[in-house]
């Protein structure tokens, strides 16, 4: 179990990191990280999860996990 919650922190790394790259390349970084979050959350309430009585407990989950990721993420000081 120790492995696999390994494993799952440096997605959530890599993934953040990819999202923060892309993000300084916009215009407009902020509303990019905002816009991606809402979509992320739209997925989340919207994928059907098979396997489970209550589907409401792993949806809750996954959208703290996004909450959690892009909570993360700070914009971008001034120099």
Do not use: H, W, Y
Request: aromatic fraction near 4%; include cysteine; hydrophobic fraction near 45%.
């Amino acid at each position: 179990m120790d492995e696999l919650n390994g494993r799952m922190i440096a997605c959530q790394l890599l993934i953040a990191g990819l999202i923060a790259r892309v993000a300084n390349d916009s215009k407009d970084p902020l509303r990019f990280l905002t816009d991606f979050r809402d979509e992320m959350r739209a997925v989340v309430n919207g994928i059907s999860i098979a396997g489970a009585e209550s589907s409401e407990r792993a949806r809750q989950v996954a959208k703290l996990t996004v909450d959690e990721l892009f909570s993360l993420m700070k914009p971008p000081g001034s120099n």
